[in-house]
């Protein structure tokens, strides 16, 4: 989309008042689950989660530890999505599986570029992204691009309200 990066997250911008109102009926903000699923149900939903930044460890390499927590974390909301009818794909908790269970680097769990191209149908068929609070995702590549092509495609995104049913303490802008 011409108007913002796609290799920084800006979402201070895409935020501000004006752009809300660009994208009005397109962009909900700040929204509780509940509400989200009563307007999301029969339709197919993207769950967009942060990976790849929150999954380097200490040393600089890819962590096991962290990407199960994180495919954890995209999994428990799919699971919440499911519990209120909504069927919510989420690209992180399937590619966490495959690289866990075989060698690590077959796929290379940080290779931007393949994953990219893998969630990309998935990205396609979906009627709306959904974004929940899982921290990191405001700094997330991954998360912002999933997010800025919905809208310039006419889908709806969805950033969603932390319940304390999440993980996160982290605020919307």
């Not at 069927?87 to 994953?115: K, N, R, Y």
């Not at 991954?142 to 889908?155: D, F, K, M, Q, Y």
Request: hydrophobic share 45%; glycine share 8%.
């Amino acid at each position: 989309m011409k108007d913002f990066p796609d290799s920084l997250p800006d979402w201070d911008t895409l935020l501000a008042p004006h752009m809300r109102e660009k994208w009005g009926g397109l962009l909900y903000v700040d929204v509780p689950l509940a509400d989200a699923a009563r307007r999301l149900r029969g339709r197919l939903v993207y769950l967009a989660t942060p990976y790849s930044r929150e999954v380097i460890g200490s040393d600089g390499r890819w962590c096991p530890v962290r990407s199960t927590e994180f495919g954890i974390r995209a999994a428990m909301w799919a699971r919440r999505f499911a519990g209120l009818g909504v069927t919510a794909v989420s690209p992180i908790v399937q590619a966490v599986e495959m690289v866990h269970c075989g060698a690590p680097t077959e796929p290379d769990p940080l290779d931007a570029e393949f994953w990219e191209k893998w969630c990309r149908p998935l990205l396609a068929k979906a009627d709306a992204v959904v974004v929940p609070p899982i921290r990191g995702w405001q700094a997330s590549v991954g998360v912002w691009r999933e997010a800025i092509e919905a809208l310039a495609t006419s889908r709806q995104v969805w950033l969603l309200q932390n319940d304390n049913g999440g993980e996160t303490n982290e605020q919307r802008p």
